[in-house]
């Protein structure tokens, strides 16, 4: 039998989606600890850095009965040492399961063809599906059931925005995006895109955003600074939302870009609580894919 994977949001139905979530709300409130993995290992490969997914990815594995092995590219040099295909075609023989960030999406596609163990999306280029469970669960926190809450985000139309787009969807909520031209995601996604920040801003229970340069990129961050003028989410631009509205951001952030300090240490932000969330989100998507319900 094929092993289930998590690559994007969208590899669970709305109902698996509902399920993930209320098991990732339980856990938290309870300070589960399990021994769904115990036995076995995970192996969390890393082509990029990473604070919050590692930390949380190694913990929930760890919280779970398991071991976690951490391969970073140097180390492993993952379709550059040896193709992906061989590297998963090992990993199934020692492990229970494979958590990778790469930078091309199609390297997790195919060791997820080629290993028969679960394999999770730690990041792509294309999509951030850990991060957008801990969002609608932050979410959730915030305003209770998502029907009818308005999203706005504000900045690139990235991986993290594609994977949260997949999220709010199946639970209700409206994402309009304000990106700049040229800037789209590649794939069609259920929002709305707007040029001007404040358009989308206006009347929003939530506001998101994220770098203006995603790892991979650096090449383009100059350019990308003087295209994104104007997107920095500062007080003024939060102030236009609903005086109830929350801040989002994955993190990490780039202060005096896409964001401002005093914008992230709100009252109203929630981006820790956002992290702190990675870690149930993560808990749920690994008992998710081993069975346990
Ligand atoms: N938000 C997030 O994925 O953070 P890291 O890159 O530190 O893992
Ligand atoms: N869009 C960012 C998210 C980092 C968590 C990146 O891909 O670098």
């Not at 993952?78 to 992906?84: A, I, K, S, T």
């Not at 063809?113 to 294309?126: G, T, W, Y």
């Not at 199946?170 to 001007?196: C, F």
Request: proline share 5%; hydrophobic share 45%; net charge negative.
């Amino acid at each position: 039998m094929q092993a289930r994977d998590l690559l994007d949001v969208d590899d669970l139905t709305p109902e698996e989606l509902r399920q993930l979530l209320a098991d990732a709300h339980r856990m938290k409130a309870s300070g589960y600890r399990g021994q769904e993995l115990a036995g076995t290992t995970w192996a969390l490969i890393f082509e990029k850095p990473s604070l919050r997914t590692r930390a949380t990815l190694d913990i929930a594995v760890y919280e779970l009965g398991g071991h976690p092995l951490y391969l970073d590219q140097k180390g492993v040099g993952l379709g550059q040492r040896e193709p992906v295909r061989d590297v998963a075609k090992n990993l199934e023989r020692w492990v229970g399961g494979i958590a990778a960030r790469v930078y091309r999406h199609r390297t997790l596609e195919e060791l997820a063809e080629h290993a028969d163990v679960p394999v999770v999306n730690a990041l792509s280029d294309r999509a951030h599906p850990l991060q957008a469970l801990a969002d609608a669960m932050t979410l959730e926190e915030a305003f209770g059931d998502l029907k009818g809450l308005r999203v706005a985000w504000v900045g690139d139309g990235n991986n993290v925005l594609a994977s949260l787009a997949k999220v709010l969807a199946p639970l209700g909520a409206e994402l309009v995006a304000a990106i700049p031209e040229g800037y789209e995601p590649e794939e069609e996604l259920p929002l709305e895109v707007v040029r001007d920040p404040r358009q989308a801003v206006q009347g929003a229970d939530a506001v998101y955003t994220d770098v203006w340069t995603s790892m991979g990129q650096e090449e383009e961050a100059e350019r990308r600074r003087r295209d994104f003028a104007g997107f920095t989410v500062d007080l003024a631009l939060f102030e236009e939302a609903k005086p109830t509205a929350a801040f989002l951001h994955c993190l990490p952030a780039h202060y005096g870009e896409e964001v401002t300090e005093e914008v992230v240490y709100h009252p109203r932000s929630r981006v820790f609580d956002q992290a702190e969330n990675r870690l149930h989100a993560a808990k749920a998507a690994l008992r998710f894919l081993v069975g346990a319900r």
